[in-house]
């Protein structure tokens, strides 16, 4: 009986019925190949499941040559979705430790570290390892300001952690649920979060630097800057060179980098200098793009506060370079450019980065209060005091439906 032959590119094969098929006919595997037109080695990965889609017209011929249905070697969907039980476990277990992740997300990889993640969902897994990659989608998909889908993968995750009393996961997912609300401005629930996560910091692990980076961010945003230097030095602590493992050489930096924003904001600049020089050496010595851009940013910063435009301009330019539009670091580096414009005179430009802002962030967020006030302290140079007023109250609402009062204060 010959199959009919259908011209879709791949289809997903049931190797199990391969496997019958074979054994019924008893067929040696070097004569199949041979009939199809391919290697015994490709044979072979097909019968072991290490490939799972075959293309269409092998597809075919291998129908034509075990005298079967081509309808009985496609798998149904839910059916070998893995090469392997035994590839399956493993990359399972690279993805549930972290360390294959860390690796892609240092090298910019989200897209596939998402992709692998899903490829291993699967009934049979522990509820524990899905809670954890629920946990990791969500974090992913912060990277790329997916905040709505971050927080929907990251409350199931929740969910399942709870389920099966896993403080540790529990712990993980409050964390991202408090950043998740750190970038969706809404710092009172982000506060929330990260008090259960110090309540509960012996299940913390080695995200107890990223706990407290997290707070430094929360309190540089709510103009605490005490606050935000005493926790970047706790997390600096707990990035020691002899705890060092990947995810501690980013958040290493990222502290480095809050402190010397507050330092700067507080009017030290020389001690701004350099923890944003030692932030942009950590930062180089990870190979993190994100992690380097923004530490040339903020350096960047520094330098225009110094008057040395030239070289904050370089340094912005090439911190540009490292990121796309769509990364979560992106937003924070417009008002850093903007800052730069300001300080050197630009003001179509800084305008200009006031438009893409407003056009990829929320319109009343802390970011765009920021660059408003770029804006405010641009038209009180040139004394138009109507606009800047308007301005000046427009940052205010903005500020206080934020209930970030100590920036009013600054004002």
Not at 46 to 52: A, F, L, P
Not at 268 to 290: F, G, H, I, M, P
Not at 380 to 397: G, H, L, M, V, Y
Request: positive net charge; charged residues 25%; aromatic residues 8%.
């Amino acid at each position: 009986m010959r199959a009919k032959i259908v011209s879709s590119k791949t289809e997903k094969l049931n190797r199990e019925q391969l496997i019958s098929e074979i054994n019924e006919s008893s067929i040696k595997h070097l004569w199949l190949a041979n009939q199809i037109g391919v290697s015994e080695k490709t044979l072979s990965r097909w019968v072991s499941g290490d490939v799972t889609r075959i293309r269409s017209s092998n597809l075919n011929k291998l129908a034509i040559a075990l005298d079967c249905s081509r309808e009985v070697l496609i798998a149904e969907p839910d059916k070998d979705d893995f090469p392997t039980d035994k590839n399956r476990n493993v990359l399972v277990n690279e993805l549930n430790n972290d360390g294959l992740l860390y690796q892609l997300l240092v090298s910019s990889k989200i897209k596939l570290a998402i992709s692998l993640i899903k490829s291993t969902f699967h009934s049979s897994l522990p509820s524990g390892v899905i809670a954890n990659f629920y946990i990791k989608l969500g974090y992913a998909s912060l990277i790329h300001r997916k905040f709505r889908t971050a927080k929907k993968y990251i409350t199931k995750g929740l969910t399942k952690a709870e389920v099966t009393n896993d403080n540790r996961l529990i712990f993980s997912a409050n964390l991202g649920l408090a950043i998740t609300y750190f970038f969706e401005c809404d710092y009172h629930k982000c506060q929330s979060y990260l008090i259960k996560c110090e309540q509960n910091m012996q299940y913390s692990g080695q995200e107890k630097a990223h706990l407290f980076n997290t707070f430094a961010m929360y309190y540089l945003y709510t103009g605490e800057l005490q606050a935000c230097i005493d926790y970047a030095n706790k997390c600096i602590e707990e990035c020691a060179p002899n705890t060092g493992s990947i995810e501690k050489e980013l958040f290493l930096s990222s502290a480095l980098q809050l402190r010397g924003a507050s330092q700067l904001l507080s009017g030290n600049t020389d001690q701004a200098r350099l923890s944003c020089v030692e932030s942009l050496n950590a930062a180089e010595q990870s190979k993190y793009k994100r992690s380097i851009a923004v530490s040339k940013a903020y350096l960047a910063a520094v330098h225009a506060v110094c008057n040395k435009t030239a070289l904050a301009r370089k340094l912005i330019d090439e911190s540009f370079k490292l990121v796309n539009n769509v990364d979560i670091s992106y937003p924070s580096l417009l008002c850093i450019k903007a800052f730069i414009f300001r300080k050197s005179g630009e003001v179509l430009s800084l305008r200009e980065l006031s438009s893409e802002l407003i056009s990829i962030s929320k319109p009343n967020s802390s970011l765009t209060a920021f660059m408003h006030y770029q804006e405010y302290l641009v038209l009180r140079q040139q004394k138009d005091s109507e606009n800047a007023e308007q301005t000046k109250e427009q940052i205010e609402t903005t500020l206080r439906n934020l209930e970030l009062t100590n920036w009013i204060k600054a004002l």
